[in-house]
Nanobody, 128 residues
């Protein structure tokens, strides 16, 4: 049974925006390290953005810094990823992940492949 469910993917033209959401149970949303990852065929999974428990610290990969924003919506129990100024290089399957590891830089402790829980993914396609 999936505990993380992504939504919001789709197709846009370069320069456009999309907002991804990851729905999670309350206990995960409130206290787990959470993040967004992406993968294209033939490449390694890339950690795009991450958020420490409580949202005190965030991480962004250099490729998305300044364009993407990760946030937690406590009213909806979602982890959101606002993606602006999209480029064809952002085309990928995007996954939400969560892990019970704590700490301000929790994603470093887990590593990009160590998160316990994963969603099924949502496709983002950016055309030029």
């Amino acid at each position: 049974q999936l505990q993380l469910v992504e939504s919001g993917g789709g197709s846009v033209q370069a320069g456009g925006s999309l907002r991804l959401s990851c729905s999670a149970p309350v206990y995960i949303h409130a206290s787990y390290c959470m993040g967004w990852f992406r993968k294209t065929p033939g490449t390694e999974r890339e950690r795009v953005a991450a958020d420490s428990p409580g949202g005190t610290t965030t991480y962004y990969s250099d490729s998305v810094k300044g364009r993407f924003t990760i946030s937690r919506d406590s009213a909806k129990n979602t982890l959101d990823l606002q993606m602006n100024n999209l480029t064809p290089e952002d085309t990928a399957m995007y996954y939400c992940a969560a892990d019970p590891v704590s700490g301000r830089y929790c994603w470093q402790a887990v590593g990009p492949n160590g998160f316990d829980l994963w969603g099924q993914g949502t496709q983002v396609t950016v055309s030029s």
